[in-house]
């Protein structure tokens, strides 16, 4: 199941803090400029957050790719632990995107992202129902696939 927007909302806001309002009010020591931030970042995230989930696949994963950005730099790939794909961001990206960056992922990643085992990973590429990178590992559009297929409601 996708994340609910209230848990989406709460989690922007809480990386947002962590990641960029709290360093810079300790550089501003405190300046009634960041209490101004914080409110729009509130406001924001909550637009943010039902963009990501409802908007359409062009708007969503825009902004999906801009958050991830830059509350995630990095010199390297984007490799976030396996337990941030169970996160509501992740779940989202995961939907949204698959992997933002990565052309395949490990059957461990696919697992995080999937909420199932290496092995449930394995059997299901064993089975044809996520796709195999020539090179290894999972092509991460299939666990995005199976992601929004697990959405769907299922005809009788």
């Known amino acids: 199941m996708p994340p609910s927007h209230g848990e989406l909302v709460e989690q922007l806001i809480r990386t947002m803090d962590v990641r960029l309002l ?27 957050a039902h963009r990501m989930v409802n908007g359409d696949d062009r708007e969503a994963i825009g902004i999906v790719i801009r958050v991830v950005s830059t509350l995630y730099p990095s010199d390297g790939p984007f490799a976030p632990p396996l337990d941030w794909w169970r996160s509501p961001l992740g779940q989202v ?20 992202m999937l909420g199932i085992t290496r092995q449930g990973v394995h059997d299901l590429v064993n089975r044809g129902k996520l796709a195999r ?9 299939s666990v995005r696939d199976r992601l929004l297929e697990e959405g769907r409601p299922r005809r009788a």
């Open 22 to 48: 709290d360093p810079l009010e300790i550089l501003l020591d405190g300046d009634d400029v960041v209490e101004a931030l914080r409110a729009a970042v509130r406001a924001r995230a909550v637009a943010w």
């Open 93 to 112: 990206v995961a939907r949204r995107v698959g992997h933002p960056t990565a052309e395949s992922v490990t059957y461990a990643v696919a697992g995080a």
């Open 133 to 141: 990178h020539p090179e290894g590992g999972v092509l991460p559009s």
